[in-house]
Structure formats: structure tokens, C-alpha cells
């Protein structure tokens, strides 16, 4: 099934000053969350950005934080201490409401792969949502783990897109004024 921007939300896991330093490929990982987030800025789609223990983990990375702001009635940032943002009451009730007005669609990226997005994909697909995971948008501080989130995704019946898969689908066509804009992002 191809992402629709009117029947999609994003969800942004854990992407913190205190995470960030000690994953693979950081600069890559906050890129891509950063388009992730500034696209659907621009279309209009909701953004959740999780926080695990911010007191300890700090607080969501600034360039991520800058793409967040220029969405505000569309950005939510919320605190949390589950691993699964699905276990956490209060992200699952604002996700589970957007996805009642029609945004069953859930993008998710950030990190750790194998433990909180992994655990959040899981618990938003046995919630009822479809659930996609952004995988290019993801890291663990090891290769490994993420290659393993990946296969355990996949065998969970999870979708694995890639960030380009993600705005190529939500803009569906060229020539507008958002496809060049976005199609500049992306590049």
C-alpha cells in the first residue's frame, strides 16, 4: 500500500542529546529525521516526537528541534519512561486519536532500532495501525542491531521504507510547488 500525506502521522523516537553522539552513522540519522520531519512539516501531517528520560537523555537534538518548531499546531513533544512509546498511555492515546481521524498510517524513525522503535512498531502494529519504519531514519549505536530490528520488522509484517520511499509517496506526483521543494530535501 503507497503512503498517503492525508492518511499519515509521523512518529520521531528518542533523538537526543545524550542518544545521538553514540549511534552509527549520527550525522546521517539526524539528516534524515530532520527531512522526515521538515516534510511533513510542509504537508501538513502530524509529527509525535518521543523523549525518553529527558532528564538523564536530554533533550530532542536542536537541528531536529528547529525542524519541529516550524510545525508547532502540527508537532507534539512528549515525555516518556517505556521503551514502546505504544506502552506509554499518553503517546498512545494522542497517536491512537490522530489515527481515528483518519492517519492510520504511522511513520516511524529514530532510535535505538532494535530496542524503542522496534518495541514501538510493535506495539502500534498489535494496536491496529499500519506501521512503517523509516529504516534509514533509524540507528543503534552497533550495525548489527539495527540489521536485525530490520529482519525482525519484516518478519512482523511491518513495512521497511526509506526516507526517499516516504516523500516520493506523500508528493505522488511532480511539477507542484511542494514536489520542488521536497525533491530538493531529499537530494
Not at 112 to 125: D, M, N, P, R, Y
Request: glycine share 4%.
Amino acid at each position: 500500500m503507497l503512503l498517503n500525506k492525508d492518511k499519515s502521522q509521523v512518529l520521531i523516537v528518542d533523538v537526543q542529546e545524550r542518544l545521538v553522539p553514540v549511534m552509527n552513522n549520527a550525522e546521517l540519522l539526524v539528516r534524515n529525521c530532520e527531512v522526515l520531519a521538515q516534510s511533513a512539516s510542509e504537508l501538513g501531517i502530524p509529527i509525535t516526537v518521543s523523549e525518553h528520560y529527558s532528564k538523564g537523555l536530554g533533550p530532542t537534538v536542536d537541528r531536529l528541534n528547529d525542524a519541529i518548531n516550524s510545525s508547532e499546531e502540527n508537532a507534539f513533544v512528549m515525555e516518556k519512561l517505556h521503551f514502546s512509546c505504544a506502552a506509554d498511555p499518553d503517546i498512545l492515546f494522542h497517536v491512537a486519536s490522530l489515527a481515528e481521524n483518519g492517519r492510520r498510517q504511522l511513520i516511524i524513525a529514530g532510535v535505538e532500532s532494535h530496542v524503542c522503535v522496534l518495541q514501538s512498531a510493535l506495539g502500534f502494529k498489535q494496536a491496529g495501525l499500519d506501521v512503517y519504519v523509516a529504516i534509514d531514519a533509524t540507528s543503534s549505536r552497533d550495525k548489527n542491531s539495527k540489521s536485525v530490528a530490520k529482519d525482525r520488522l519484516n518478519n512482523s509484517s511491518i513495512t521497511v521504507v526509506t526516507l526517499e520511499m516516504i516523500v516520493f509517496e506523500w508528493l505522488h506526483v511532480s511539477g507542484t510547488s511542494e514536489f520542488k521543494k521536497l525533491s530538493q530535501l531529499v537530494k
